[in-house]
């Protein structure tokens, strides 16, 4: 009987550590300080298991301890109905124990602002200071990746300048960094695409008033005149990977689709997002983290308001456009 109860004590301590581990202590006030333009915010809670935990170490030099694990919270901001960003905290072991720092991301998962919750190293003060986080501002994980050692150990002083007093703790607060866009990016990956998806049709449209997925973008119909277009699969666009998501109005008119794809032609697949018109004219186009060079950026920029249907593509950015152009008109002329 002592041993249960010792036991039952034991994961009833751990759960509400963990549980503290993760979390916004004044969300109300916090939240709006990181993102002023902000009128409302959610809260997503999802696991972070042993899976999860397997993949982080797969991307980052910096491992998940067994107390990280377990449920935890994040905070998607937004404003006007429009996700701009989110929040998460998360706490790294330091020489002064535990220290709790706030993450304000883009949703591309780029740094915004950084806030420490616990910390009682006197190298706070340093760190606090605007040319520190000026330098971590903007700053994806690959960003953040390049201004330490291989193994996250410490900083490398000939990219990120920082007072000796503070270049421990400055080390701490990039690991708890890379760690936390990379946990976000892996456990809250559906809710995050959801969010690009939702943004970028408030973007594109005027007052938009529901947002959904269709199950099934690529019919039997659509998929024959793709054929007779493209051939019968895309070299440039993971058609696993497509996501199509049609945009209403109050009135329950179809102003147009949201889509998301992966473009196949460079070295890592690029996620683009795009804003079509219901005759699936190209509206907008971007690419999650932005474009890797100017010249892709432009090859698919200038692609704004054109028609391709009628044309011949041959490009691959081209011929990516194309895809999804299809893809939206003929759903368009669904709804018509």
């Known amino acids: ?3 249960l109860m010792v036991c039952v004590v034991l994961l009833v301590g751990a759960r509400a550590w963990g549980q503290a581990y993760c979390a916004l202590r004044d969300p109300m006030h916090d939240i709006y300080e990181m993102f002023p333009s902000a009128t409302a915010y959610k809260t997503v809670v999802r696991t972070v298991d042993i899976d999860a935990r397997a993949t982080v170490d ?28 989110v929040v998460h905290v998360r706490s790294e072991l330091s020489e002064w124990g535990l220290v709790e720092v706030a993450w304000a991301l883009d949703l591309d998962l780029r740094v915004v602002d950084f806030a420490f919750q616990r910390c009682r190293s006197s190298g706070r003060d340093v760190l606090e200071r605007a040319e520190f986080g000026d330098r971590l501002r903007g700053r994806s994980l690959e960003g953040l990746l390049e201004l330490v050692t291989a193994d996250a150990g410490a900083i490398r002083a000939d990219r990120l300048a920082v007072d000796e007093s503070a270049a421990s703790l400055a080390a701490v607060v990039l ?25 970028m049709a408030h973007g594109a449209f005027e007052n938009p008033a529901s947002v959904s997925v269709i199950d099934e973008p690529y019919t039997d119909d659509v998929v024959a005149r793709l054929n007779a277009r493209v051939g019968t699969d895309s070299a440039v666009v993971d058609r696993a990977g497509v996501e199509l998501a049609r945009v209403k109005d109050g009135r329950s008119g179809t102003l147009g689709f949201v889509a998301r794809s992966e473009w196949m032609v460079t070295a890592r697949p690029l996620e683009l997002w795009w804003a079509l018109g219901p ?18 950026g432009s090859s698919f920029e ?32 669904d709804a018509r």
């Not at 028609?307 to 456009?321: F, G, M, Q, Y």
């Open 175 to 199: 690991r708890c960094g890379i760690k936390t866009i990379a946990v976000t990016g892996v456990v809250w990956e559906a809710d995050l695409r959801a969010a690009r998806t939702l943004a």
């Open 1 to 3: 009987m002592m041993r």
């Open 279 to 296: 005759d699936g004219r190209i509206l907008r186009v971007r690419a999650t983290g932005g474009w890797p060079d100017e010249e892709v």
């Open 58 to 85: 797969e991307l980052v030099p910096v491992p998940l301890h067994v107390n990280e694990l377990g449920r935890h919270s994040l905070y998607f901001a937004a404003k006007e109905g429009a996700p701009i960003g």
């Open 302 to 333: 200038e692609l704004i308001g054109g028609e391709l249907i009628e044309h011949e593509c041959s490009a691959p950015s081209d011929l990516a456009a194309l895809e999804i152009t299809i893809l939206a008109s003929h759903h368009g002329r």
